[in-house]
Nanobody
Framework: QFQLVESGGGLVQPGGSLRLSCAASGFTLENYAVGWFRQAPGKEREGVLCISSRFIRTYYTDSVKGRFTISRDNVKNTVYLQMNSLKPEDTGVYYC???????????WGQGTQVTVSS
């Protein structure tokens, strides 16, 4: 069964950091692009960042440039989203998604909650 599982979310103070993980099971993630999306309360889901199967990174949200990075470990079949200098406006549910190309949009994980608050 194809499955994506996000983890690593939580409550963090402004200026803090979190690393989200997107682990795949049932298929080999290295053949796919993986995108991170987020949905803030009352807002539509938006793309954040994506990494292709060739490790090309694409940002979809200007506000995270310089703060968020994406990486993949094909041995662990996992993609990571490193989030630094977090701001309250980064609060939301973060999802990962696969696709043949960025931004993804094929299989989706269940999401992990990120809350940035003092």
């Amino acid at each position: 069964q194809f499955q994506l599982v996000e983890s690593g979310g939580g409550l963090v103070q402004p200026g803090g950091s979190l690393r989200l993980s997107c682990a795949a099971s049932g298929f080999t993630l290295e053949n796919y692009a993986v995108g991170w999306f987020r949905q803030a309360p009352g807002k539509e889901r938006e793309g954040v960042l994506c990494i292709s199967s060739r490790f090309i990174r694409t940002y979809y949200t200007d506000s995270v440039k310089g703060r968020f990075t994406i990486s993949r470990d094909n041995v662990k079949n996992t993609v990571y989203l490193q989030m630094n200098s977090l701001k309250p406006e980064d609060t939301g549910v973060y999802y990962c998604s696969t696709g043949r190309t960025c931004p993804g949009g094929g299989y989706w994980g269940q999401g992990t909650q990120v809350t940035v608050s003092s």
